[in-house]
């Protein structure tokens, strides 16, 4: 497909068939895995157009292409993981640039800004950005990035991501938007105002729990050199085989979330109204603070939902009563999973900072998977009488 044909099609089309085409030789209609670190070159200072696979590889670009299209961006650079990705949008800062994050934002990414990138000489100032007033307030002369999640990690917080983009324009700085919990088939933060949207590839993009990768989608040309020339430089490339798998699972995304925001749907408002929970972060439910931001710049609302359990005894009671709900870290796989982010996927996060976010040790995030909906509800019924 080429570029104008893409901008035409609609997301389940593009989720099957854009950046790829049949393999020419053959007219395999699967893009093949491109397993090489090398390519032969014709002539001395001659090639086709690949050198080394640090560089460049096929079977990498054509995920670059499709998971770009399905942002409705112009380029993607696919990475070893969300964080190399994120790590990498960084490192287009310099010494002494500041940037500005929301608080509640994976473990990992909180991790490696205050405890790695920030020996590097760039500051971080953390706020809530549910409140535009506070990312406006944390704007000076050196701040080059303003970087958001939402929905955020663990809490489902939301950020007006089109006065973000104001915000940070009228500074001169970029909007990164870290689009993960949303994916692209419910949110496109491009399209509302940011510079580039990043993801860990390893959830929904993949959806099979079988991959750890991740990929930033933007339009300027120059910013996309800069960051391959960070990546090249750097090294964190995926393998051909995980973007392989990937490009296999973003066939089936919009199958896939329509599932997931069905069910998981389903599941907030099932425990919002059990007596054993205290309170149900899920922006779909009417009762979330943030709901008309929701219905404002989302779609759908995916699967991820988050509930105060009152107590550590109770929250380890039911994530451990689950049948069908696995106790694991990560997300956004057709399976459901289940954890205690204080204790998991948040456990880098200092006590106090998770304490001051609402991360107590009785909060329990679920991703919900794409399973029978009833068999779901009785084995969270079945956990819930247990704690």
């Known amino acids: 497909m080429s570029g104008t044909d893409e901008q035409k099609q609609r997301f389940g089309t593009l989720a099957i068939h854009a950046g790829q085409e049949p393999e020419p030789v053959t007219g395999a209609i699967m893009p093949p895995i491109f397993q090489t670190s090398t390519y032969v070159q ?173 990929i930033a989608v933007l339009n300027e040309d120059r910013l996309t050199e800069d960051l391959l020339f960070i990546r090249k430089s750097s090294g964190g490339v995926p393998g051909p085989m995980d973007c392989w798998l990937c490009l296999r699972g973003t066939k089936t995304l919009h199958l896939r979330m329509e599932a997931h925001n069905r069910n998981g749907t389903a599941v907030a408002r099932f425990l919002e109204g059990h007596s054993s929970v205290e309170a149900t972060h899920y922006p779909g439910l009417e009762s979330h603070p943030q709901h008309e931001l929701a219905l404002g710049q989302m779609s759908g609302f995916t699967g991820m939902v988050s509930v105060e359990m009152g107590s550590a005894d109770r929250a380890k009671r039911f994530v451990e009563g689950t049948r069908i709900f696995a106790l694991a870290e990560s997300l956004g796989g057709v399976e459901s999973l289940i954890g205690i982010p204080a204790l998991m996927t948040h456990a880098s996060v200092p006590p106090d900072r998770r304490a001051a976010l609402g991360v107590t040790d009785g909060l329990v995030r679920l991703s919900v998977g794409v399973e029978d909906v009833n068999d779901i509800l009785e084995d969270l019924e079945r956990a819930l009488e247990g704690a």
């Open 42 to 214: 014709p002539g001395l200072g001659r090639h086709k157009g690949y050198e080394y696979s640090r560089v460049q590889n096929p079977t990498r670009e054509a995920l670059e292409r499709n998971v770009a299209a399905l942002e409705g961006g112009r380029h993607g650079v696919a990475f070893s993981s969300g964080l190399a990705a994120i790590d990498a949008v960084v490192k287009l800062l310099s010494a002494g640039d500041r940037v500005v994050s929301e608080e509640n934002t994976y473990g990992g990414t909180h991790r490696m800004f205050t405890k790695v990138l920030s020996r590097l000489g760039i500051e971080f100032t953390f706020v809530d950005s549910r409140d535009p007033d506070q990312i406006r307030d944390a704007m000076r002369p050196e701040t080059r990035l303003v970087h958001l999640e939402t929905p955020t990690n663990p809490m489902m917080r939301l950020c007006d991501l089109r006065t973000a983009a104001e915000i940070a324009h009228e500074r001169d700085a970029l909007l990164c938007v870290d689009n993960t919990f949303a994916s692209p088939y419910n949110q496109r933060p491009l399209e509302l105002g940011a510079d580039i949207v990043v993801h860990s590839a390893t959830k929904y993009l993949n959806g099979h729990s079988d991959i750890i990768g991740g």
